[in-house]
Structures are given as structure tokens and as C-alpha cells.
Nanobody, 132 residues
């Protein structure tokens, strides 16, 4: 079992920034070493389906970002820290919701990396509220 933990959410004003982190405690298993796997960021706004925001391949060679956040959000990873980041700039009120990270069952999947179905393990999420 892989236990993903998101952090960094909170309250921010419209136009502001937040950086989310996603990590997993290491047990020595390849399963919880996030550096081997594709990691995705998703968000769920009340009343809407879970939406893929960004995804990154195991070696950071490939990154995909949804059109809705392109140019404002960026994902990166530090495999030494077993952590993936989502830098979010110019946040909008309609982007308030719960943000999740997830670990896929492969190192990269260009076609499905923004699809929740490609991921086996999910964190509990962190709340992001964009409001003045």
C-alpha cells in the first residue's frame, strides 16, 4: 500500500500563489518510491467531476498540463525528497476545491496521464480556497 500525503493548501486571494507538495513515507519498497512512477495532480470542485491538472513522468522528461491551467501551474519533482510539487500562480476563485496527487501504475502514459483511471493510489487531498 502506498500512502500519499498532500500539503500546502490554504486560503489565498485571487491572483495569488500556492505551492502544493505530495510525498510518501518510504518503506524500502519500490512501490512508495515516487521517482519510479508517473504522478498526477487532480482537483475536485464541488458539484464537478475530478479534473486532471498536471502530470509528470518518473524522470521529469515529460510533463503535461491541462489547458485550463497552462501558463499558470507548473509541476516538478525532487526524487531525493520523494516529493512532487504543484506551483500554482494567478489562482482564480473558481479553482477552489480539493487538490489530490496520485500515483500511476506506469512511469509515463501520454494519452491517459490526466485521466483518474490511470492512477492506483491517491492521497486524501488538500483544500485550496481562493477568495478575497
Amino acid at each position: 500500500q502506498v500512502h500519499l500525503v498532500e500539503s500546502g493548501g490554504g486560503l489565498v486571494q485571487p491572483g495569488g500563489s500556492l505551492t502544493l507538495s505530495c510525498t510518501a513515507p518510504r518503506s524500502g519498497s519500490d512501490e512508495d518510491y515516487l521517482g519510479y512512477w508517473m504522478i498526477g495532480w487532480f482537483r475536485q470542485v464541488t458539484g464537478k467531476e475530478r479534473e486532471g491538472v498536471s502530470c509528470i513522468s518518473h524522470g521529469s522528461a515529460h510533463i503535461k498540463t491541462s489547458d485550463s491551467v497552462k501558463g499558470r501551474f507548473a509541476t516538478s519533482r525532487d526524487n531525493h525528497k520523494n516529493t512532487i510539487y504543484l506551483q500554482m500562480d494567478k489562482l482564480r476563485p473558481e479553482e477552489s476545491g480539493i487538490y489530490y496527487c496520485a500515483r500511476a501504475r506506469t512511469y509515463w502514459d501520454e494519452d491517459d496521464c490526466l485521466s483518474p483511471a490511470a492512477y492506483d493510489y491517491w492521497g486524501q487531498g488538500t483544500q485550496v480556497t481562493v477568495s478575497s
